[in-house]
């Protein structure tokens, strides 16, 4: 099992910049994709960003340029910078971890994220 807990969350007002963490626990061997997802009240659960084992990103259309997401797997930690944040950012940020060989995923708490115009 995996044990993942997300942190960085809270309000801040349009423009500013956040950076979330996700921190994975327990049997961290195997971890292959990490991703960030959000919902926001009444929508679909969307991703963020992934990053895989090697590094490689990938964004949703509506953050690319404003977030970045990066990995340190010494720490088995993932971070979401996230920059020049906007109301439509507001959401509960979720992080999902992946095993490589099985594709068995887990998933976090969540953390909310409030972005005020």
């Known amino acids: 099992q995996v044990q993942v807990v997300e942190s960085g969350g809270g309000s801040v007002q349009a423009g500013g910049s956040l950076r979330l963490s996700c921190a994975a626990s327990?049997?961290?061997?195997?971890?292959?994709?990490i991703g960030w997802y959000r919902q926001a009240p009444g929508k679909q659960r969307e991703l963020v960003a992934s990053i895989s084992s090697v590094g490689t990103t990938n964004y949703g259309d509506s953050v690319k340029g404003r977030f970045t997401i990066s990995r340190d797997n010494a720490k088995n930690t993932v971070y979401l910078q996230m920059n020049s944040l906007k109301p439509e950012d507001t959401a509960v940020y979720y992080c999902?971890?992946?095993?490589?060989?099985?594709?068995?995923?887990?998933w976090g708490q969540g953390t909310q994220v409030t972005v005020s115009s």
């Open positions: 999902n971890i992946r095993r490589t060989y099985s594709g068995v995923t887990y």
């Open positions: 327990g049997s961290t061997s195997n971890i292959g994709d």
